[in-house]
T-cell receptor
């Protein structure tokens, strides 16, 4: 079975400061990991994914995420937060190439960037 | 290009009514997924299509839920005899191929409220 945990329901950060949104996962094989962002009354927008290779993945809007196999983590980061980054962020996992095709999502982290 | 579209965006139903939710995936995308997102939660998998074949319906919560994709493009999720616990946002996603590494692109969702 595959699962994802986002330990923080809410993250607040000042504009211009670095931000981190945490995610840990559990799979039986090799994980495929994804980050999505959701703005109010809108669907999920894809930010980035880790499949294999370099542990640091760069994505849209200046976001990046670091895959850490030993800690089973995939934290989302951005060097300098913008007020417009305020949204709901979801981490998702799929358990390897032979797995079911659906994503398993975490419960989400509400990011608020304060001006 | 055009993304995933869903209609209606909002639906209010009286308990016991039948509803039909439509999804238009990105043109040419083989895989189509339906997810249910309850308030304050991450999306949860309902069902998966590869072209017109429904390969996984393990997430459908009851036999009142039915999905189809008869021509391998547009999909409809039907809920019969709606109950209050069916109130949620229903998200549709599509991906280009049927492999596990492919990114799923989400529509804006249909918010269903059952009174």
């Amino acid at each position: 079975a595959q699962s994802v945990a986002q330990p923080e329901d809410q993250v607040n950060v000042a504009e211009g400061n670095p931000l981190t949104v945490k995610c840990t996962y559990s799979v039986s094989g090799n994980p495929y990991l994804f980050w999505y962002v959701q703005y109010p009354n809108r669907g999920l927008q894809f930010l980035l994914k880790y499949i294999t290779g370099d542990n640091l993945v760069k994505g849209s809007y200046g976001f990046e995420a670091e895959f850490n196999k030993s800690q089973t983590s995939f934290h989302l980061k951005k060097p300098s937060a913008l007020v417009s980054d305020s949204a709901l962020y979801f981490c998702a996992v799929r358990d390897g190439p032979g797995s079911a095709r659906q994503l398993t999502f975490g419960s989400g982290t509400q990011l608020t960037v304060l001006p | 290009g055009a993304g995933v579209s869903q209609s209606p965006r909002y639906k209010v139903a009286k308990r016991g009514q039948d509803v039909a939710l439509r999804c238009d995936p990105i043109s040419g995308h083989v895989s189509l997924f339906w997810y249910q997102q309850a308030l304050g939660q991450g999306p949860e998998f309902l069902t998966y299509f590869q072209n017109e074949a429904q390969l996984d319906k393990s997430g459908l919560p009851s036999d009142r839920f039915f999905a189809e994709r008869p021509e391998g493009s547009v999909s409809t999720l039907k809920i019969q005899r709606t109950q209050q616990e069916d109130s949620a946002v229903y998200l549709c996603a599509s991906s280009f191929r049927q492999i596990a590494t492919d990114t799923q692109y989400f529509g804006p969702g249909t918010r269903l409220t059952v009174l």
